[in-house]
C-alpha cells in the first residue's frame, strides 16, 4: 500500500510559479514510478509528467514541456513538481500517482494522491 498526500497548490497570476510536493508513505517508494496528472472542471484527466523510480526517465505532455519540471527525492519518499511560465490554461486540480509500470497513461496507476488546486489567473 502507498498513500499519498499532495502539496502546494494555490493562487498564481499568469507567469508565476508553484511548486508541488507529493509525499508518499512505505519503504519502497524508490520502486515506484510517479506521475502528475490534472483534471480542470468538465474535463478528462490528462497526463503532466512521470518521472522513474531511478529518476532516470522523464516524459512530459507537450502542453507543459519546457515550462514544468518534475524530480524526485527518494530519501524523502517524495515527488516534485515545479511548474513555472503558469498559464490560465494550467487551472486544475493535480494528483499525484504511483504505479510500479513507467506509463502516461492514468489506469495504469494504483495509488493517486487527493488532488490540490492550482489556479492561474490571467
Known amino acids: 500500500q502507498v498513500q499519498l498526500v499532495e502539496s502546494g497548490g494555490g493562487l498564481v497570476q499568469a507567469g508565476g510559479s508553484l511548486r508541488l510536493s507529493c509525499a508518499a508513505s512505505?519503504?519502497?517508494?524508490?520502486?515506484?514510478?510517479m506521475a502528475w496528472f490534472r483534471q480542470a472542471p468538465g474535463m478528462e484527466r490528462e497526463f503532466v509528467a512521470v518521472?522513474?523510480?531511478?529518476?532516470?526517465?522523464?516524459t512530459y505532455a507537450d502542453s507543459v514541456k519546457g515550462r514544468f519540471s518534475i524530480s524526485r527525492d527518494n530519501a524523502k519518499n517524495t515527488v516534485y513538481l515545479q511548474m513555472s511560465f503558469l498559464k490560465p490554461e494550467d487551472t486544475a486540480e493535480y494528483y499525484c500517482a504511483a504505479s510500479r509500470i513507467y506509463s502516461s497513461e492514468s489506469r495504469m496507476y494504483n495509488y493517486w494522491g487527493q488532488g490540490t488546486q492550482v489556479t492561474v489567473s490571467s
Open positions: 512505505g519503504r519502497t517508494f524508490s520502486t515506484y514510478a
Open positions: 518521472i522513474s523510480g531511478s529518476g532516470g526517465l522523464i
